[in-house]
């Protein structure tokens, strides 16, 4: 890697190769020599940047993290147009990518991993599920704010359902994402009853 490349580029760099030996290989071909010879550079490179692999490997969950409280903005933006069920499908087909489900795998996968991670962000649950599950518990609580769901709906019930549904459906497919109609469908029956309940 040439001198004077800036940190952030070197990161994200280093980033980028690690979601591509996830997506290739799984969460156990994930080691600093892969990553760097994905990356094409030195194995130095990730210890300048980083205390130690898991460091590393903190860095990149967060940075995934930080997409969702991305995605947790729009989707709340989009509170009050469209349909609430079209508007989750969107958003779970948006969160479940396959880097994401990739990257759920990982946390999983490294107990190691966990353990930092809780140490900074001290919640239960798999880190990027927990923080998906907040994001579309936001979205639903601003929809039963404005009347187009149940008033009494449980809207982080209906979270964690989402999520885990959400989060089976992605996981299950190899290579593909599961098709649009699979993920309405499971959309439209978990919030059917709240949904309902509001038009009585």
């Known amino acids: ?29 994930l080691t600093s020599r892969a990553v760097t010879a994905e990356a094409g550079v030195a194995k130095g490179v990730l210890h300048r940047h980083f205390a130690d692999f898991d460091d590393f490997l903190v860095e990149l969950v967060r940075d995934r993290i930080a997409r969702v409280d991305d995605q947790a903005a729009a989707l709340r933006a989009s509170a009050g147009t469209g349909s609430v069920a079209g508007n989750l499908t969107g958003a779970l087909t948006d969160l479940f990518d396959s880097v994401a489900v990739a ?53 982080e019930a209906l979270a964690l359902s989402l999520i885990g549904a959400g989060h089976l459906l992605f996981a299950g497919q190899e290579g593909a994402p599961p098709e ?21």
């Open 1 to 29: 890697m040439p001198t004077g490349v800036h940190i952030r580029d070197a990161r994200q760099q280093l980033f980028d190769a690690a979601e591509r030996v996830l997506l290739r290989d799984g969460a156990h071909a």
């Open 180 to 200: 649009m109609e699979a993920i309405d469908k499971v959309v439209t029956t978990v919030i059917a009853d709240v949904v309902q309940r509001r038009l009585l």
């Open 103 to 155: 990257i759920v795998s990982l946390v999983i996968f490294r107990d190691e991993l966990r353990t930092r991670l809780r140490r900074t962000r001290p919640t239960q649950g798999i880190p990027v599920l927990t923080e998906a599950a907040a994001m579309i518990a936001s979205y639903l609580r601003d929809e039963r704010d404005m009347g187009r769901i149940a008033a009494d709906a449980d809207v």
